[in-house]
């Protein structure tokens, strides 16, 4: 077991040949789980018992009670794909979090269609959103610079975030345009610190959990970018 473990190489440790192989197994994870994102999105909006009970769970303290599940599934996905080398469990970590995401994204989605009536506004946020995540992403990879001292700042950033949300919930304000704002900037320090991970944190045999992280941070962003341009209409 220990010479299984000391033949791992961190990704900055392999060869240009190889780091290029895990970079694009890696986003190769991350389209595939948007693909299967639009997939689960799809087949839940078509029913209507899921939307009205997801959009039932936006009122009062059942969004907390919804965020929190959601944040448990977040977690325990996260830990499964990270303490196991079971590829299979990890494929199930990681669509049981796509599966998470798809859900909690059907009342904001299904807003965006009706509002508009048509799907001008999601397309409009997911082109803003994935030219942020090209470009930040692309920043780590070619400087190679290590983001990794940004960890603290973003969990006391979403803690605080996590406060206003709790706050906004239980006395019944809106956070509004700024918190939105805000919350980008957030998910854009936690693209580059994902992706500095792909360096310094991650093996070679561990493109899985990286995905994962990296879809984690991309769908963030994507929340909050929608959320802006519902705000405009």
């Known amino acids: 077991m220990e010479n299984s473990i000391e033949s791992k190489l961190l990704v900055g440790q392999l060869s240009d040949t190889d780091k290029v192989a895990f970079y694009k197994k890696t986003y190769g994870h991350v389209a595939g789980g948007v693909l299967a994102f639009i997939l689960f999105e799809y087949l839940l909006l078509q029913s209507d018992a899921i939307v009205n009970f997801a959009l039932s769970m936006t009122q009062g303290w059942r969004w907390l009670v919804m965020l929190g599940g959601f944040m448990f599934i977040t ?74 001292f940004l960890k603290s700042a973003l969990t006391v950033g979403f803690f605080i975030a996590l406060g206003l949300i709790l706050a906004g919930t239980l006395f019944g304000f809106n956070l509004g345009l700024w918190f939105s704002v805000g919350m980008c900037v957030l998910a854009a320090g936690s693209i ?25 941070s991309l769908m963030l962003l994507f929340w909050y970018v929608l959320s802006i341009f519902l705000s405009r209409d």
């Open 75 to 148: 977690n325990y996905a996260e830990g499964l794909a990270l303490k196991t080398q079971d590829k299979n469990k990890q494929y199930l970590a990681y669509g049981l979090y796509i599966l998470a995401e798809a859900f909690i994204f059907v009342p904001l989605i299904y807003m965006a269609i009706v509002f508009t009536e048509s799907f001008d506004l999601l397309n409009q946020a997911a082109i803003v959103t994935l030219s942020l995540f090209t470009g930040l992403s692309a920043i780590v990879l070619v400087t190679k610079k290590d983001f990794s």
């Open 192 to 216: 580059l610190y994902q992706t500095s991970n792909l360096v310094h944190k991650y093996t070679d045999s561990e493109y899985i959990p990286a995905a994962l992280g990296l879809f984690a």
